[in-house]
């Protein structure tokens, strides 16, 4: 199916699904240098985090990047995902030494999971498609529910401002021709939906959200997914130091094409 037709779909759940069949999820925080700064940043702040013994629920859990990394140290992990594309690639890659229960479902209703249920809450896809806010507080209230007093919500957001540039670097020349944005630099919320870093912040305060970090998760890594794709293994590992310096700055993360915010 065509991205223009997938825009015709009204339907918000079957939306996702089929953008799901258009993009490949399985191989977006894995297949390059450059995509795998988000991933192992946010493993790192994870890590701050994380306990021996604690339980992990993956929301929008995609197919099973984090769930996995973390299944696979022995941690007892519970994945949801909606699409099918994404389960279909999630199930896999599960080996019967995985202490690991993937479900289908829709991050709004977490009726499977009981309160105070885990100590660390990953809610990193759902935010991507969640047009309607009130249909984003109901996802990160489901989420305060399932999460223990003590645990910790890690949340993703992808950066309407950096888009634009991310964009016209590497994508389309043409872009400030054609008019993709409103008078304030807002794109349209498709196929994923954008926001700023003071629109990311003020939803979860909405949501009764006591902020812990706010945190540039990959930086300008696709801006410059060129050079990083190129550097030798020691280069590489000099640029995560780096990144790792800057991601907390409050200064850089409004130069982040996605962000990772950490709360209680």
């Known amino acids: 199916m065509s991205i223009d ?3 015709e779909i009204k339907d918000e759940a079957q939306q996702v ?3 799901y069949e258009l993009f490949n999820e399985d191989q977006r925080l894995n297949r390059t ?3 795998r700064v988000e991933f192992l940043t946010t493993i790192k702040f994870i890590n701050k985090y994380l306990k021996r013994g604690d339980k992990i629920l993956d929301i929008g859990a995609g197919a099973g990047e984090y769930s996995l990394h973390f299944a696979k140290q022995g941690y007892d992990v ?3 995902e909606l699409s099918s594309s994404n389960i279909e690639a999630f199930e896999k890659k ?3 030494t995985m202490n690991l229960k993937l479900k289908q479902g829709n991050a709004m209703d977490l009726s499977l999971y009981e309160n105070d ?4 809450v990953l809610l990193f896809g759902p935010l991507y498609h969640l047009h309607n806010e009130i249909d984003r507080q109901k996802c990160i209230s489901e989420a305060k529910r399932v999460c223990k007093q003590s645990g910790t919500i890690f949340f993703a957001f992808i950066s309407n401002d950096m888009v634009i540039l991310t964009e016209f670097s590497n994508y389309n020349q043409n872009y400030f021709d054609e008019n993709n ?3 304030h630099f807002k794109i349209e919320d498709f196929p994923f939906v954008f926001f700023t870093v003071d629109e990311a912040r003020q939803m979860l305060v909405n949501g009764n959200i006591n902020l812990l970090n706010e945190v540039a998760s990959d930086g300008v890594s696709e801006l410059l997914q060129n050079q990083i794709n190129s550097m030798s293994d020691i280069a590489y ?3 995560l130091q780096y990144h790792y310096y800057c991601c907390e700055k409050p200064e850089m993360l409004g130069r982040s094409s996605h962000l990772l915010f950490i709360g209680k």
């Not at 249920?117 to 660390?120: A, E, G, K, N």
């Open 5 to 7: 037709k997938i825009r």
């Open 17 to 19: 699904s089929m953008i």
């Open 33 to 35: 240098k450059h995509a």
């Open 78 to 80: 519970s994945a949801l």
């Open 94 to 96: 599960i080996d019967g």
């Open 117 to 120: 249920s885990f100590d660390i």
């Open 181 to 183: 944005y409103d008078e």
């Open 237 to 239: 590992d000099k640029y």
